[in-house]
């Protein structure tokens, strides 16, 4: 347990729908970090937040995708009007240095 | 930041060492090797990372060489608690951004 929590663990939905996650980094890091990992690749990068600032997003990151970071604590990441190809892996990561990012255990997404 | 090379997969034996290799060919001076790993329905783990010396920590060493465009990640005594996939990962010192995972190499530890 790297104390990064991310609910719920597992989402199944339906084409169209929209589903949102939430990410608990550790209490005092203050960059929090989205990727996006699907079966037998690396993760993917989508975004990071430098407190309540979205400070880089991925192209990744289309319209249907937005995230949020109020008040610099939790996370969420949202995916309106879902599609077959967001199944994935969404993964949660913060850090207080530059050396090391601590992930949660990730948000596995079905869209049937 | 530059782009690594590994191979897919590896075996390797219970309580013997594992050598993962890497390529970064292309790094410049200010990029740091930095090597993660993923153990099955987890997030990755941070291991070890370096600017050109060698590197040790409690769970592995770094070795990089002299012009380093490759290096080697040591795991010296492998267990059966190491087998995961293992991401080699060129980044820019001093840097908050993003870290970019390759395919990494599926390293099987068998008893």
């Known amino acids: 347990d790297t104390g990064v929590s991310q609910d719920p663990r597992h989402k199944i939905t339906k084409r169209g729908q929209n589903v949102t996650f939430r990410c608990d980094p550790i209490s005092e890091h203050n960059r929090l970090y989205w990727y996006r990992q699907t079966l037998g690749q690396g993760p993917e990068f989508l975004t990071y937040?430098?407190?309540?600032?979205?400070?880089?997003k991925s192209r990744l990151l289309s319209d249907r995708f937005s995230a949020e970071r109020p008040k610099g604590s939790f996370s969420t990441l949202e995916i309106q009007r879902t599609e077959q190809g967001d199944s994935a892996m969404y993964l949660c990561?913060?850090?207080?240095?530059?050396?090391?990012?601590?992930f949660g255990p990730g948000t596995r997404l079905t869209v049937l | 930041d530059a782009k690594t090379t590994q191979p897919p997969s590896m075996d390797c034996a219970e309580g013997r060492a594992a050598n993962l290799p890497c390529n970064h060919s292309?790094?410049?001076?200010?990029?740091?090797v930095y090597w993660y790993r993923q153990i099955h329905s987890q997030g990755p783990q941070y291991i070890i990372h370096g600017l050109k010396n060698n590197e040790t920590n409690e769970m592995a060493s770094l070795i990089i060489t002299e012009d380093r465009k490759s290096s080697t990640l040591i795991l010296p005594h492998a267990t059966l608690r190491d087998t995961a996939v293992y991401y080699c990962?060129?980044?820019?010192?001093?840097?908050?951004?993003?870290?970019?995972f390759g395919a990494g190499t599926q390293v099987v530890v068998t008893p």
């Open positions: 990962i060129v980044r820019v010192t001093d840097s908050w951004g993003k870290l970019q």
């Open positions: 937040f430098q407190n309540e600032a979205q400070l880089e």
């Open positions: 292309t790094i410049s001076g200010n990029e740091y």
């Open positions: 990561a913060s850090s207080l240095t530059y050396n090391e990012q601590f």
